[in-house]
Nanobody, 124 residues
Framework: QVQLVESGGGLVQAGASLRLSCAAS????????MGWFRQAPGKEREFVAG????????AYADSVKGRFTISRDNAKNTVYLQMNNLKPEDTAVYYC?????????????????WGQGSQVTVSS
């Protein structure tokens, strides 16, 4: 079992930055590819960013490319999502997730462990 706890969400104005953190416990963190997903009201959960086990490769949704950065610190069992130039359409609950896959996966069904979610609200 892997337990994931997100932190760092909040209410900001458009153009601001936030950094989400996701602390993992329970199993060897470096054995999991990690991802960030988000779900806005009335919409399906969508892939935001992913990072492979080693952290050497990342991937992003087109909507956040160039504004968001995913990173991980395997020594601290933590994955981060740095979000810059936030837009109102980024408003959602953000979830971190862990997958036993080695490489980045965009399909939420490939992730077996999920955090509780962190609300991010961006006002215009």
């Amino acid at each position: 079992q892997v337990q994931l706890v997100e932190s760092g969400g909040g209410l900001v104005q458009a153009g601001a930055s936030l950094r989400l953190s996701c602390a993992a416990s329970g199993r060897t963190f470096s054995n999991y590819a990690m991802g960030w997903f988000r779900q806005a009201p009335g919409k399906e959960r969508e892939f935001v960013a992913g990072i492979r086990r080693s952290g050497g490769s990342t991937a992003y949704a087109d909507s956040v490319k160039g504004r968001f950065t995913i990173s991980r610190d395997n020594a601290k069992n933590t994955v981060y999502l740095q979000m810059n130039n936030l837009k109102p359409e980024d408003t959602a609950v953000y979830y971190c997730a862990a997958s036993v896959r080695v490489s980045i996966v965009r399909d939420a069904n490939e992730y077996g462990y999920w955090g509780q979610g962190s609300q991010v609200t961006v006002s215009s």
